[in-house]
């Protein structure tokens, strides 16, 4: 074995155990539903922890016989990524069914043992590299960081290369060559199967053996079911998988008047993982057809008259786009973060606002808030549309989603970029009791008695139509003559105006809610803070304004409500449940129950080796700084998705830098003395607790700023941070040192983590990121005060360090 | 030798005929455990407060296990939606009662259904006496649910395989429409095929289960009115979340 040989397998199997975490991320996305992906999170650890587990339990082994393990373990980790991915494929899962169908379970615990599986191999490669070599375990660790730095690049760069399906066979082919270079002075045998291995992983790459099983009740397996369906184009990347099928039965018309009669475009439908994302429709050729946008809700702001310039958020498949051009506008600038989503619009030139299309659109393909942020130009109208599909703003599948583009923070931004006598105009699906109306309208209400306090009582106009409702609002204060126009406007189209300048008492003419709840929150609204307050408490489901720290407009049910949903029959939770929130929390159970298990059968078996008192010291520094550490991941993810726009960038740039800058500090960390380990706990603690109260202000800053520019000052930002957090692991390991203390370590470091993903992401939504960044900060301090203590116990092992 | 060739061939016939019987009795205790299961469901809708009469010796009567998957029978009465393929569920028994309630059916009713599934709700309407046109767009749903409905004796349902857009013109106007498949707007020919007086109902949600229900009513001047309900089952769970 070289010197450089070790390190080397440990960042090309770390990459690529990373790399397939990221991957199966965006796998469960489209397989399954966007908050699977904690699940994805959870095998990882969980894999890491069992392992640590398994070599806790195999006991004291002679030193060849663990290089003998290290060396099959690195040709494991392949065939390990290879099986897991191939037949996780083969269980037929419908985790819909998990709450009334018993067999779902076992199906859903092999998935999770298929998928940890790889996980586990890996990481006994590690941890049987830091039992062989103790006295690198900073030089190692750090080895591990790095590559798994390099995996998260791996996996983004991939998923830009490869369709979904054919990216996850790439981790394998990178575990492959660190198979490979694990093998250094060993039998010629070994070096031939790492090299057949290394053939075996390319052929899967070129050919994978498995397929995406999409769960069937998704919108892309059910239109291409369609009679004379066809796929007609398909676009990869980490921002989703774009798909446009073209079907003669599928429609988009989203909350479309009932009193319409005409006739609707040819239109192809897109999706965003496999979910619909709108409609390419061929507006352009037919006049008629495009009479139909008048007749939606979000045309309500035409109404007031034909805009000079109009800005939409959220722009996607164009339909709004061509709404305002249909509508007069002079200029439309367009606003979309996913290049694929505007590429597939422009299904035919016809239909594309980008080729061949009208003049005066701007498109900006990027986050809108920096757009926001960076424009000095003054609008008209800027509009929001109502954005995913009904049955899911009805089911709350995106309830766990970070969205930037309601909060408080946002609302205000785009009141400053309206013109004197500018409109903003937001429209959302109404579900019963209406949820995500309510928080529009009291965020919105937020937002002007920030930016235009006096525009409260006659700036805002709420409507309701079967479906959706709109909220108008103008800082300069809706005329009795616009007014006038918005009622005649909503009558022909059978929408009621639930609010506006002058509503005397709750009216309805032609939607009928069996309690006038719009009306009511924004009589709240209009009363004062108070009044909003009392509101928010009475209220059944969470409603309060969404912010930059606390960014989930679409999570509606409170904590202590699940509770009652469980204690209750499961059939009448069924309109009110989250299934994302539900997901979160069932993951967390699960972490909890897998890691107790694992951690009480090897604490019951090995506590007495370790010496009175020496095994929960152990656990207790280790675990700490698990949680610590994936509660500060979590927490700078979430604010830097604010940052750069989108979760993957955020999700990619906060992994990087904490990982490749932690591996820097931990193998600095060699050069350390093991006694000053408590000290780097402290100043994490300090560093966070800064963070927690000024990074939030910081990204507020840099938002005008060019998306690379804004990447490199985050991760200059986060890297003396994630270089500290880089020391706790291998300075622990050299102060609380003892029989099985590395595998107990592990152990205990990687069930903590387990945990964390979830718990850190219910925090998250619950309390905001500061207090995750604060909490983080909390254990650290705690893990800090333990090293010193056991360092004091061993006053020995320390004067060897 | 003739008493002993009745011999041999009683022995050889006893275990077929053993076997027979004891499938025959199988069967009837299965039918019998299904009919409790359902007359439990009933009692369990009744309690949620469906009070029509019709609806529910509708939903007394009609085998709801010989409309899920053979896999999925033993939670046919469950109190859930269940998948039957091609993405599509059978909703919540509580649901369909629910629905079947408001669209106040009466023997001899025409009504159009969207989005055919699996043919329970056809055959619970049909079971009340309406005369029932439904529509399906996947084929393979639509002729199992035909065969389905027809093997049970529900003669009154025609199922056609097409596009739910343009409703059934030919058979227009209806007393009452349900649309199972809304994706967001409602088809303007539906509307249009609904008599002045008409009823219509439409679940939204996805495949949890419904979690708005929208009901549209056409007056006798062909002018439309909605109103979104939370079925009262609910109601009781909102006391739970504040």
Known sequence: ?801 | MRRRIAAIVSLALLPPLVGVVGALKRQDSQAERYENERLAMVRQIEQYGVRDSATLAAMRSVPRHDFVPREQRRRAYGDHPLPIGYGQTISQPYIVAYMTEILEPEPAMKILEVGTGSGYQAAVLADIGCAVYTIEIFEALADSARLRLRRLGYDNVLVRHADGHYGWEEAAPFDAVIVTAAAGFIPPALVDQLKPGGRMVIPVGSVYGVQNLIFLEKDTSGDVRTRNLLPVRFVPMLKGLR
């Not at chain 1, 770390?14 to 965006?26: F, G, K, Q």
């Not at chain 1, 996996?155 to 394998?172: D, E, F, I, K, M």
């Not at chain 1, 990087?656 to 000053?676: E, H, K, Q």
Request: hydrophobic letters at 55%.
């Open chain 1, 1 to 801: 074995m070289t010197r450089y040989s070790r390190p080397l397998a440990i960042a090309l199997i770390s990459a690529s155990t990373l790399s397939y975490e990221i991957l199966l991320v965006r796998i469960f996305a489209i397989e399954q539903f966007h908050h699977f992906a904690y699940m994805a999170i959870g095998v990882a650890m969980l894999g890491f922890g069992a392992s640590g587990t398994l070599l806790a339990l195999a006991g004291r082994r002679p030193e060849a016989q663990l290089e003998r393990w290290y060396s099959r373990s690195a040709l494991a980790t392949p065939l390990a990524l290879i099986a897991s991915a191939t037949l996780v494929h083969l269980v037929p899962l419908d985790a819909t069914q998990l709450l009334w169908d018993s067999g779902q379970w076992p199906r859903l615990a092999a998935v999770y043992l298929l998928l940890a599986l790889p996980f586990g191999v890996g990481s006994l490669l590690i941890l049987l590299s830091l039992t062989l070599e103790p006295e690198r375990a900073g030089t190692l660790y750090g080895a591990s960081f790095l590559g798994a730095g390099l995996g998260t690049a791996l996996a983004v760069a991939v998923l830009w290369l490869a369709l979904p399906n054919r990216a996850l066979a790439a981790p394998a082919l990178v575990a492959a060559l660190g198979a490979l270079a694990a093998q250094s002075g060993v039998k010629i045998r070994y070096k031939a199967a790492a090299w057949a291995i290394i053939l075996f992983a390319a052929a899967v790459y070129v050919k994978p053996l498995w397929r995406l099983q999409m769960i069937p009740y998704k919108g892309l397996p059910q239109v291409e079911a369609y009679p004379q369906a066809r796929r007609i184009a398909e676009r990869s990347s980490p921002l989703g998988w774009v798909v446009a099928v073209e079907a003669d039965a599928f429609r988009h018309a989203p909350g479309l008047s009932l009193a319409f009669r005409g006739t609707f475009p040819r239109q192809a439908a897109l999706f965003v993982d496999g979910e619909v994302a709108g409609a390419a429709s061929d507006w352009g050729g037919n006049s008629t057809a495009r009479a139909l946008l008048d007749w939606l809700p979000t045309a309500m702001p035409y109404a007031l008259g034909k805009p000079e310039g109009v800005l939409v958020l959220g722009a996607g498949d164009g339909m709004e786009v061509w709404s305002a051009l249909a509508h007069g506008a002079d200029r439309v600038v367009a606003s979309e973060l996913n290049p694929q989503l505007v590429e597939l619009g422009a299904w035919s030139t016809d239909a594309s606002p980008v080729r061949g299309g009208p003049a005066p659109v701007d498109w900006v393909i990027g986050d809108a808030r920096a757009y926001v942020a960076r424009s000095e130009e003054r609008f008209e109208l800027i509009t929001l549309g109502a954005g995913h599909g009904l049955g899911a703003a009805a089911a709350g599948v995106h309830a766990l989603n970070e969205d930037f583009l309601h909060t408080v923070e946002a609302y205000v931004s785009y009141l400053e970029h309206l013109t004197d006598n500018g409109v903003l105009s937001i429209t959302r699906w109404l579900t019963v009791p209406p949820r995500s109306n309510v928080r529009v309208i009291l965020t919105v209400a937020e937002a002007l008695r920030r930016a235009a306090p006096a525009a409260l009582a006659d700036g805002m106009v709420v409507a309701r139509s079967w479906a959706t409702s709109t909220v108008l609002v103008k800082p300069s204060g809706f005329a009795p003559e616009e007014v006038a126009k918005l009622k005649s406007w909503a009558e022909l189209r059978r929408f009621d105006l639930d609010w506006y300048p002058g509503t005397g008492q709750h009216e309805t003419q032609f939607n009928v809610l069996d309690e006038p709840t719009l009306f009511e929150a924004m009589s709240a609204a209009v009363a004062g803070t108070d009044s909003i307050s009392a509101f928010v408490a009475a209220y059944p489901f969470h409603v309060a304004v969404a912010t930059d720290s606390r960014p989930y407009p679409h999570h509606f049910l409170r904590a202590r409500s699940l509770l009652g949903f469980l204690r209750g029959n499961r059939g009448a939770m069924l309109p009110f449940a989250e299934w994302g929130y539900v997901a979160l929390v069932a993951t967390l159970a699960q972490s909890v129950l897998f890691a107790a298990v694992l951690m009480l059968v090897p604490a019951a078996l090995r506590a007495g080796e370790m010496g009175r008192g020496g095994w929960w010291l152990v656990v207790v520094y280790f675990a700490s700084i698990g949680f610590a550490y994936l509660a500060a991941e979590v927490a700078a993810i979430q604010q830097l998705n604010l940052l750069l726009g989108h979760p993957v960038y955020a999700v990619a740039a906060v992994l990087s830098a904490f990982l490749v800058c932690s591996g820097i500090g931990s193998i600095w960390s060699d050069r350390r003395p093991a006694r000053s380990g408590w000290h780097a706990g402290v100043v994490i603690a300090l560093l966070l607790s800064i963070y927690a109260a000024l990074l939030l202000f910081l990204i507020h800053q840099l938002q005008p700023l060019h998306l690379a520019i804004r990447a490199l000052t985050a991760t200059l930002v986060l890297a003396p941070l994630a270089f500290l957090m880089g020391l706790p692991f291998p300075l622990g390991l050299r102060v609380l040192t003892g029989e099985g203390a590395v595998a107990w370590a592990w152990a205990a470091n990687g069930f903590a983590s387990v945990v964390a993903t979830p718990l850190a992401a219910l925090i998250a939504l619950d309390a905001g990121s500061p207090v995750l960044f604060l909490l983080a900060a909390a254990a650290y301090a705690g893990a800090g005060l333990t090293l010193r203590r056991a360092a004091r116990r061993s006053g020995a092992v320390l004067l060897q360090t």
